[in-house]
């Protein structure tokens, strides 16, 4: 049959196992049985159909902690296409029926000794949407083609409660942010807006359309009874009292069937009895359309990781919760909804740089989202939120988030672009000092440990001798020499995005370029030139790459001299490029890379130790050459 994990829903469960997630077990008659759930709670359990569920006064109402309607047309046809042969089977027997899973369902906290019974759709609020819209679209489809008199029955019968007050009359209450579209379809009114809701309407009004026979009078009627008799569920209702949401827990909570935020933002709701309604609309939702799905379980981990950066975001939920059940006032968790809100706008302006107001600080977040670390943001997070909070600067902030671009691009620089990274970052919010201005902070805890913050020293070092095209992601070198570049200021920018790393002297040995690096007899070319080619001072930016690939050095220049990239223009100043041209390089990139980008505090202790990454890379340059008789054995 159809599954709703399909729709990143809550999956349907077999007829064999339809309770056995509530602990309860078949055989089990159309007239019901009650079962203990197996912690306690007595639930009842009953084989049951649409018509069932829907004639009579009653309110089913999805609870706000559940997801919007999210069948897609991949759902919708499959439905459709067993409701076909449904119809087909109960023309031959009308006995026949085809069990669609379970609905779990619990009495309403608000019921009352009158009025109409509500409950409260914990589990199957997916299916039960999409068949009361299907009927919606059989009502309008049977008035425009037989008799108004289908609109009043279905609607009487099966969509609303006709003589109750409005907040009763309509028998489903989707999610807010799906019922004004549900409720013009109940209505025929025209909806505003598109919706999945809205898109569900118009495939069933289309099928019908296909569907129906002009010399067959009674084809839509037998889909309209497949829909009503043909589908068995088995209905599961707790009792007045039980806890809602650890039966919703137990259906739901493996990590698969709903994300870590759909689980945290189900239990925050379940946890405003009185003040959900409201909460949700004032503020989750602004929450909720702000960010993608993704997203807000990025927030939530990140929110987690500020305390203790030892959260793995697969426990986001297990660990919010946690934090959570020690709050008992409805307020407090209010309040904590208006945190997640304030937060997650600070997230997005992370994540969209474009967002934030003050130049300095905007252009360190899009430096910093380009580099590509999602271990960066709870710092990041922090740091905004103590702007927001009037505790630190514009300024402070951009400086903060200088100092982690800084880290970042020289230990990249000195060959140590991935060791330990990660962990080193994600604990920057909890382990810096608290007494120090958030900026100075920041640089004194990457500056102490073993952290490899690289000095100007150690800088200078690796720009005249390590292979820094080996270093890194290529995306990441591609920054740096962007980044130098732009540091130049030039009044006439030029577009460095598509841009690609040139090698000035190329990576395949020439004899016009064995000639040009001036070599004495006693030097070996092929040494010099594995010392020389990967290094920052011989690489630069070009979108040539492929047109000067192995040419001599006086064709580049001619070219490098043409182009609007400042260091492009020094390199064509140059008559020759050999050893004293590079070393003279650079030192000049030290120096430039050093003002750019600021180092550790004074006097930190050096970080001490091999360079593991540089060592390994080296090793890989002389294993690889084995094969052309350099190297005869991994000792050598």
């Known amino acids: 049959m159809w599954d709703e994990a399909e729709a990143l829903a809550v999956p349907i469960l077999r007829r064999a196992d339809a309770t056995a997630a509530l602990g309860m077990h078949p055989p089990y008659g159309r007239t019901g049985r009650r079962v203990d759930d197996g912690g306690g709670a007595v639930v009842a359990a009953s084989e049951t159909n649409l018509q069932e569920l829907l004639e009579g006064a009653r309110q089913y109402r999805v609870p706000l902690y559940q997801r919007t309607y999210a069948w897609t047309a991949v759902q919708l046809e499959r439905l459709w296409d067993d409701l076909v042969q449904i119809a087909e089977d109960r023309a031959a027997d009308h006995r026949a029926s085809h069990f669609i899973g379970s609905l779990v369902l619990a009495p309403s906290p608000s019921n009352g000794p009158t009025g109409v019974p509500e409950f409260l759709v914990v589990d199957g609020q997916q299916r039960l949407t999409t068949l009361t819209v299907l009927l919606a679209a059989i009502r309008d489809h049977r008035v425009a083609t037989e008799s108004s ?71 839509i009627e037998r889909l309209e009874d497949a829909v009503l008799r043909g589908l068995a569920l088995v209905s599961v209702t707790a009792q007045a009292g039980d806890n809602a949401h650890r039966i919703f827990e137990s259906l739901n909570n493996t990590g698969l069937r709903l994300t870590q935020g759909d689980l945290l933002r189900n239990y925050l709701f379940m946890r405003m009895p009185t003040r959900g309604e409201q909460v949700y609309e004032s503020t989750w939702l602004p929450l909720q359309d702000s960010l993608s799905s993704d997203d807000l379980e990025l927030l939530f981990w990140l929110d987690l990781v500020q305390q203790n950066p030892a959260h793995r975001q697969a426990d986001t939920y297990a660990a919010q919760q946690q934090r959570l059940s020690k709050l008992h006032d409805e307020k407090d968790i209010e309040a904590e909804v208006l945190r997640f809100r304030r937060l997650g706008h600070l997230l997005r302006v992370i994540l969209n740089p474009s967002l934030e107001p003050d130049a300095a600080v905007r252009l360190r977040l899009e430096r910093l989202k380009a580099w590509g670390t999602t271990t960066v943001y709870p710092l990041l997070l922090r740091l905004l939120d103590l702007r927001e909070r009037g505790e630190a600067t514009s300024e402070q902030v951009a400086a903060g988030a200088l100092y982690v671009e800084s880290y970042l691009v020289r230990r990249l620089i000195v060959g140590r672009a991935t060791q330990g990274i990660n962990r080193i970052l994600l604990s920057t919010v909890h382990e810096m000092p608290q007494d120090l201005p958030v900026e100075e902070a920041v ?23 390590a292979p820094f095209y080996l270093t890194g992601r290529p995306n990441q070198r591609n920054l740096v020499l962007r980044w130098l570049e732009e540091s130049y200021e030039s009044k006439e920018p030029v577009a460095l995005a598509d841009l690609t790393i040139e090698h000035v002297l190329p990576q395949t040995l020439t004899d016009a370029w064995i000639a040009e690096l001036g070599l004495t007899s006693d030097d070996d070319p092929e040494q010099v030139h594995a010392e020389l080619v990967h290094t920052l001072p011989n690489l630069t930016l070009t979108g040539y790459n ?24 020094e390199i064509a ?13 650079a030192d000049r990139l030290a120096s430039r890379i050093t003002a750019t980008w600021p180092g550790p505090v004074a006097g930190a202790p050096p970080a001490g130790g091999p360079n593991w990454p540089l060592l390994a890379t080296a090793l890989a340059v002389l294993t690889g050459d084995v094969g052309r008789g350099r190297v005869t054995t991994r000792s050598d």
């Open 443 to 465: 640089r004194v805890y990457l500056s102490t440990g073993r952290k490899h913050y690289a000095s100007d020293a150690d800088v200078a070092a690796a720009v005249t001798t």
């Open 149 to 219: 008199e289908h609109h009043e029955r279905i609607n009487e019968l099966y969509l609303t409660n006709k003589f109750k007050p409005e907040a009763q009359r309509i028998k489903l209450v989707p999610t807010q942010a799906d019922r004004p579209q549900y409720n013009a379809l109940v209505d025929g009114t025209q909806p505003n807006g598109g919706s999945a809701v809205i898109d569900a309407y118009r495939f069933f009004r289309s099928r019908l359309v296909a569907a129906d026979d002009p010399e067959d009078p009674h084809d």
């Open 573 to 585: 100043k140059e008559d020759h490029w050999g050893p004293p041209e590079l070393k003279a390089r």
């Open 546 to 569: 492929s047109v000067l690939s192995n040419s001599p050095f006086h064709v580049k220049r001619e070219q490098l001299a043409t182009s609007g990239l400042r260091m492009n223009q």
